[in-house]
């Protein structure tokens, strides 16, 4: 199983910053990638910034330049740096493992998400 627990989300004022934290705890799969992601009401859930296991990040156009997605391997964690809040940038953020089990099965694991709001 993979258990994703996200913090860091709170208020924040527009151009200010927060960190997001993912803690991943893994048994008997192996993580491919990790993805931080957002959602509004009614809307459809995005993806904001991914890290592969190699190391590759990507980014969607809305947050290039201003976001950064970050991992330390030791304590199984992926950062995401939000810099330059505006108030689009609000929503309920989820962290996201794509996983493969020893089996070589792929399955989606989702956190809890964490509300992030800023303010204009």
């Known amino acids: 199983q993979v258990q994703l627990v996200e913090s860091g989300g709170g208020l924040v004022q527009t151009g200010g910053s927060l960190r997001l934290s993912c803690v991943a705890s893994?048994?008997?799969?192996?993580?491919?990638?990790v993805g931080w992601y957002r959602q509004t009401p009614g809307k459809q859930r995005e993806l904001v910034a991914g890290?592969?296991?190699?190391?590759?990040?990507n980014y969607a156009d809305s947050v290039k330049g201003r976001f950064t997605i970050s991992r330390d391997s030791a304590k199984n964690t992926v950062y995401l740096q939000m810099n330059s809040l505006i108030p689009e940038d609000t929503a309920v953020y989820y962290c996201?493992?794509?996983?493969?089990?020893?089996?070589?099965?792929?399955?989606?694991?989702w956190g809890q998400g964490t509300q992030v709001t800023v303010s204009s």
């Open positions: 996201g493992a794509d996983a493969e089990s020893y089996y070589y099965t792929r399955e989606q694991f």
């Open positions: 893994v048994s008997h799969f192996k993580i491919n990638t």
């Open positions: 890290i592969a296991s190699g190391g590759a990040t």
